[in-house]
């Protein structure tokens, strides 16, 4: 599975970093970077929580392939 993000509608409110920093951080100038776009054992649980959270609905994790 894989993470994907919306960046035309992230509004850079680093609700995702919050809750999993290993994979998703803003940089100096605000725009948001994925550390990883893999979904692993390790942080799964964490990313779905962040998709959840995040406000802007920008997070998505779609099947390897699509
Ligand atoms: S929680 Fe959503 S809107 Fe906020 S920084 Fe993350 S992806 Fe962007």
Known sequence: M???VDFDLCESNAMC???APDV?????DD????NTD???????QRVRQAAAACPRAAIF???DGE
């Open 31 to 34: 725009f948001l970077q994925l």
């Open 17 to 19: 970093e919050a809750l």
């Open 61 to 63: 994790l779609v099947e």
């Open 2 to 4: 894989k993470i994907k």
């Open 24 to 28: 998703f951080e803003l940089d100096d």
């Open 38 to 44: 893999d979904v692993t054992a390790e942080n799964e």
